[in-house]
């Protein structure tokens, strides 16, 4: 899915540090850093 400038992020949820969910509806109007990562230890 491409998204282009101005576009609303999809919708989406995960788990926080704690277990509990989060979407990202649910932090609408806040400032949110996305920090994705792999630790299957390959490379950059």
């Known amino acids: 899915m491409a998204l282009r400038e101005g576009d ?5 949820s995960t788990l926080d540090h704690t277990g509990r969910p989060v ?18 230890g390959g490379g950059n």
């Open 23 to 40: 979407t990202l509806e649910g932090l609408r109007g806040k400032v949110v850093w996305l920090w994705f990562y792999s630790s299957s």
């Open 8 to 12: 609303s992020a999809p919708n989406f």
